[in-house]
């Protein structure tokens, strides 16, 4: 069954240490702000941080410990 889904788009300049670090800062602040337990029928958020020249779905929160970038999205999971 299809299912609507939020898409946020927020720029974050060029830098990708400061792209990573804004983005782990946002979704701190949403862990905190609301608890998805507390929404009903939500039982997972998936997150990734891409790069506008990269058109696969790559995470650049997501290395491996050579350093390659995945395509494993984030979780937050209530």
Known sequence: MSQY????????????????????YIMERIKEEIPLSSVEGLNEVNYRLGHDEDRQ????????????????KCKIIP
Request: hydrophobic letters at 30%; a negative charge.
């Open 57 to 72: 779905k790559s995470n650049y929160l997501n290395k491996t410990p050579d350093g390659h970038i995945t395509k494993k």
């Open 5 to 24: 889904r939020l898409h946020i788009d927020i720029p974050l300049g060029v830098d990708e240490q400061g792209a990573i670090d804004i983005t782990e």
